[in-house]
């Protein structure tokens, strides 16, 4: 937990370069208002908003947080913030819901949406095309928060979610 908290508050810290944006991708066991880190440590969504908080209060920077495990979206509303930062939080599940990862992994919110947005797709585009596939498939419901209010996938939060980007397409 010390590591993680240490990465996370200080990433937007460098000395070389102005850094904007803030990629945190956290993928394996989840469960409600929790990320197993490994076999003995887990991470509590109170603790991320915490850490979450402290990165937005030290720096000017836009962060996305994108999850996949079980129950993922039940740091939804834990996660929420009315600071004015630019914060993104994507989940692979809605708070009670599992996620599959079929075929070696192929077959999961990750590799749809990793995919789409490694061939070109904006991360709105990206999550509409990874949602639809876990939908259809697995009737597994990826949420959304871009607005901060701690509710999932609502239309000022789709509105929102064209704001973001990472990577060469920031």
Same mark, same amino acid.
């Given at each position: 937990?010390?590591?993680?908290?240490?990465?996370?508050?200080?990433?937007?810290?460098?000395?070389?370069?102005?850094?904007?944006?803030?990629?945190?991708?956290?993928?394996?066991? $989840? #469960?409600? #208002?929790?990320?197993?880190?490994?076999?003995?440590?887990?991470?509590?969504?109170?603790?991320?908003?915490?850490?979450?908080?402290?990165?937005?209060?030290?720096?000017?920077?836009?962060?996305?947080?994108?999850?996949?495990?079980?129950?993922?979206?039940?740091?939804?509303?834990?996660?929420?913030?009315?600071?004015?930062?630019?914060?993104?939080?994507?989940?692979?599940?809605?708070?009670?819901?599992?996620?599959?990862?079929?075929?070696?992994?192929?077959?999961?919110?990750?590799?749809?949406?990793?995919?789409?947005?490694?061939? $070109?797709?904006?991360?709105?585009?990206?999550?509409?095309?990874?949602?639809?596939?876990?939908?259809?498939?697995?009737?597994?419901?990826?949420?959304?928060?871009?607005?901060?209010? #701690?509710?999932?996938?609502?239309?000022?939060?789709?509105?929102?979610?064209?704001?973001?980007?990472? $990577?060469?397409?920031?």
């Amino acid at each position: 937990n010390a590591t993680v908290r240490t990465a996370i508050t200080s990433l937007a810290h460098s000395e070389e370069e102005l850094v904007e944006d803030v990629l945190i991708y956290m993928v394996d066991h $989840g #469960g409600a #208002g929790v990320f197993k880190l490994n076999e003995t440590d887990l991470l509590y969504a109170d603790d991320l908003k915490l850490w979450l908080d402290q990165l937005h209060e030290s720096f000017e920077v836009r962060s996305t947080l994108i999850y996949d495990a079980c129950e993922s979206g039940s740091f939804i509303p834990v996660l929420a913030h009315d600071d004015g930062s630019d914060r993104l939080i994507m989940t692979s599940s809605e708070p009670l819901q599992p996620a599959v990862f079929a075929l070696n992994g192929y077959s999961s919110f990750s590799y749809a949406f990793w995919s789409s947005f490694y061939v $070109g797709f904006d991360i709105d585009q990206a999550l509409i095309l990874s949602s639809q596939a876990m939908k259809i498939i697995w009737q597994q419901s990826p949420s959304l928060d871009a607005d901060g209010d #701690g509710v999932a996938n609502s239309k000022a939060d789709k509105l929102r979610v064209k704001d973001f980007a990472f $990577g060469q397409r920031a």
